[in-house]
């Protein structure tokens, strides 16, 4: 099982809907968790940190769901710049490991 | 202000060739990375610098070696280049290495063809 799991879609979305995915970890030792951002042929940018508890960001949503062992992101109200690739990360301090899933990517269509 | 740049962003070499990517970050942290984001688009870290000690060493061939001449800069150089390895590799800085403070930055990304 790979560490870190995303369905790389495309999730195409009309324009003011709401999407949702998700992103299964395979270690259960695995301590934080971030979304980042990343459009066509530029760098990742961190969207939000996912915490424990849930935390919501204007139109984005995030969870952890520890016993399930993954995180979902939610956008509500899509906006046609809303279209990139979201990628999850999982880390786990104890042995240093840090990965990236393979994105999920996102078009919001007008 | 660029908070962290990479040199060159594109670079197209031949085969067997030995090349090197610099990268620097003028936001002061401690921890610096190394991915490569192959064509299909997986990020996969490489190397991972906090204060000039390495501390995520994945596997990757022995042709690429990091170094860290000081905490703001760390250099990637890659011997004998191989079709392999033409991808886009991002140079990226966290504050720590721990919670929050591990948010990371990355540059804008080397673009590297190997022909």
């Known amino acids: 099982r790979k560490e870190v799991e995303q369905d790389p879609g495309p999730f195409n979305v009309p324009e003011g809907a709401t999407v949702a995915f998700n992103c299964t970890y395979s270690n259960s030792a695995s301590q934080s968790f971030f979304w980042y951002r990343q459009d066509c042929r530029k760098e990742p940018k961190l969207l939000m940190s996912?915490?424990?508890s849930g935390n919501e960001d204007g139109r984005f949503t995030a969870q952890l769901n520890r016993a399930s062992q993954y995180i979902s992101l939610l956008i509500r109200d899509s906006k046609l710049s809303d279209s990139a690739t979201y990628l999850c990360?999982?880390?786990?301090?104890?042995?240093?490991?840090?990965?990236f899933g393979k994105g999920n990517q996102v078009v919001v269509i007008p | 202000d660029t908070a962290v740049s990479q040199t060159p962003k594109y670079l197209v070499t031949q085969m067997g060739n030995d090349k090197s990517i610099k990268c620097e970050q003028n936001?002061?942290?401690?921890?610096m990375y190394w991915y490569k984001q192959d064509s299909k688009k997986f990020l996969k870290i490489m190397f991972s610098?906090?204060?000039?000690?390495?501390?995520i060493n994945e596997t990757v061939p022995n042709r690429f070696s990091p170094k860290s001449p000081d905490k703001a800069h760390l250099n990637l150089h890659i011997n004998s280049l191989e079709l392999g390895d033409s991808a886009v590799y991002f140079c990226?800085?966290?504050?720590?290495?721990?919670?929050?403070?591990?948010?990371?930055?990355f540059g804008p990304g080397t673009r590297l063809t190997v022909t």
């Open positions: 990360v999982v880390i786990s301090y104890g042995n240093n490991r840090l990965a």
């Open positions: 996912v915490y424990s």
């Open positions: 936001l002061g942290h401690d921890t």
């Open positions: 990226a800085s966290s504050q720590d290495r721990a919670g929050s403070s591990y948010e990371q930055y």
């Open positions: 610098y906090n204060n000039k000690e390495l501390i």
